[in-house]
């Protein structure tokens, strides 16, 4: 594996399959009576939070601890960042405490790769989210929880992501793991919500939700990030919602094992109904729980030894 | 605490380097002017434990483990990952025959409790698996296939830990090959095998390896045995 995680494209499927593996076997942590390992004891990792989150950041945190590494979590609000200093010389501050990995989600796409590769720091960078470029590890947390539902793996699984891809870190990061894996990724969305160079990527696209419907093993629902939109990238919420949304009319159209996935935040009504994000088919609360055993798994591939772990391909 | 019986000692002490039956022909001259041999000059691995050898081993530690313990009752047999739990599985399976009761066999892997993890590049992890009565208050048989350091012994004293508080914990290990770096020794010995630090001892078993053998072979130096 390489030393950072910043994009879902520096797993090649070897190094995912482990990544996966592994946090199958520290999943069985949860069942016992003490979750925690001592794995990292000693060893810093430092959540450098720029932009607003609260599972990522939890459970990044809950999973170093279960490894006993001393977590410092670090957020813009509150820090010298509001009084304006530079990324560089939040890095020089960080590497001279002593950090073993950073852990980064920031606003801008690319941030990460400055960190990892401008020789401010010289532990590990991990991606936990960067504009609306990668998510990495939402894609690995993903990718586990629907191994679990299909049958043990993800080889010619038809996977429907639907929504805002323009400004999903998570939909590029998952149409990339995904292939690596052997996975059909099918993105569904407005036109104006794909990004230029879709083309390239290696998955299907298409804009009629109700056909991709009844051929997905799962479906991921987009939030709409209406945080990131400066422009109408469609006519009204309500027309979004009518054409794109999950209601219980298109749930009825999935196959009976398909499973109904979202990243999180979910807008209930909007891109997803609130009975089909309670349904018993939805797996969006066990998407948090697994979140962990993923990080974990990380964390300890990338830091537990002298150096990532090595994957024979 | 457990009365602490007459445990069997080890057959021969614990070598120190280049026992006279484990050494090469070379032996003796692997110090000073010694010169280093080349994988060309070493024998090939040789066999000291065939397949009836590792079996009738394995009924004996079943035998005593029945007599230790005083019969089965709240035995649970963890095997260490790979061949460990391999040999567990044996184990109990000729402890079920003996005592007609069924001894539950798991697997307890130690990666996440070494002490060498930053000696190494990151390792995978190997299964583990508690059988459904847990381990509190039993009487916990750890089962390996080799022991060398203990140091692996020790990482799993520790993991032991974490999953809850056995009534007692003893060792069975199929191959006691000396060497010990930690103070801890085996309750149960298949065999005691003198080796040297330069040699390396291999247990093969027919559910990983397809066949049944203990081998002792050369390793050049600092080669993990």
Not at chain 1, 172 to 192: D, F, K, M, Q, Y
Not at chain 2, 113 to 133: F, I, K, N, W
Request: aromatic share 4%; hydrophobic share 45%.
């Amino acid at each position: 594996m390489k030393r950072h995680l910043l994009s879902a494209a520096d797993l090649s499927r070897d190094d995912a399959l482990v990544v996966l593996d592994t946090a199958e076997e520290l999943a069985l942590l949860a069942n016992r009576p003490i979750k925690k390992l001592p794995t990292l004891r000693g060893r810093t990792v430092v959540n450098l939070f720029f932009e607003d989150s609260t599972r990522t950041r939890i459970s990044f945190e809950a999973a170093a601890k279960r490894l006993s590494a001393d977590v410092i979590n670090f957020s813009a609000k509150g820090s010298s960042v509001s009084k304006g200093e530079s990324l560089k010389d939040t890095a020089l501050t960080l590497e001279a405490m002593g950090a073993d990995a950073v852990v980064i989600r920031h606003s801008s796409s690319g941030a990460p790769h400055r960190l990892a590769y401008s020789g401010w720091i010289r532990g590990s960078v991990l991606n936990a989210g960067d504009g609306t470029h990668e998510h990495p590890t939402q894609a690995l947390l993903d990718a586990f929880t629907m191994r679990r539902h299909l049958g043990g793996s993800i080889d010619g699984r038809r996977i429907t992501i639907v929504g805002d891809v323009l400004h999903s870190r998570v939909a590029r990061s998952n149409v990339l793991l995904l292939a690596t894996l052997g996975a059909e990724v099918t993105l569904v969305a407005p036109p104006t919500l794909l990004p230029v160079g879709v083309d390239g990527w290696p998955c299907s696209y298409g804009y009629d939700l109700d056909a991709a419907l009844p051929k997905s093993d799962a479906v991921m629902m987009l939030r709409i990030q209406r945080e990131r939109m400066q422009a109408a990238y469609f006519p009204s919420a309500r027309e979004y919602s009518r054409r794109y949304g999950l209601d219980a009319r298109r749930f009825g159209l999935l196959p009976e094992h398909a499973i109904v996935m979202h990243p999180g935040p979910m807008n209930r009504g909007m891109e997803i109904a609130a009975e089909v994000a309670d349904s018993d088919r939805s797996v969006i609360v066990e998407q948090v729980t697994n979140g962990v055993s993923v990080r974990m798994a990380v964390l300890y591939l990338l830091l537990g030894g002298r150096e990532p772990a090595e994957v024979s391909a | 605490m457990p009365a602490s019986s007459q445990e069997r000692l080890p057959a021969a002490t614990p070598p120190t380097t280049g026992a006279p039956t484990a050494g090469p022909p070379t032996a003796g001259s692997l110090s000073a002017a010694g010169t280093v041999p080349t994988a060309a000059d070493l024998p090939a691995a040789r066999e000291v434990l065939e397949a009836a050898d590792i079996a009738r081993a394995l009924t004996r530690i079943g035998h005593e483990i029945v007599e230790r313990n005083k019969g089965a009752d709240d035995l649970v047999l963890l095997g260490i990952p790979t061949r460990g739990v391999a040999l567990a599985r044996r184990l109990a399976d000729g402890i079920t025959a003996i005592e007609s009761t069924q001894v539950p066999a798991g697997a307890l892997d130690v990666t996440m409790y070494r002490d060498d993890l930053r000696l190494r590049p990151a390792r995978s992890l190997r299964h583990t698996e508690v059988p459904a009565g847990g381990i509190d208050d039993k009487i916990v048989v750890l089962v390996d296939d080799v022991l060398f350091s203990g140091r692996t012994v020790r990482a799993a004293l520790d993991a032991l830990n974490d999953l809850g508080r056995p009534r007692a914990v003893q060792l069975a290990v199929l191959v006691d090959r000396g060497h010990r770096e930690l103070p801890i020794r085996a309750d149960f010995v298949g065999r005691n095998l003198p080796t040297s630090m330069s040699e390396s001892v291999r247990v093969l078993l027919t559910e990983v390896d397809g066949t049944d053998a203990v081998r002792i072979a050369h390793t050049r130096r600092g080669d993990p045995a």
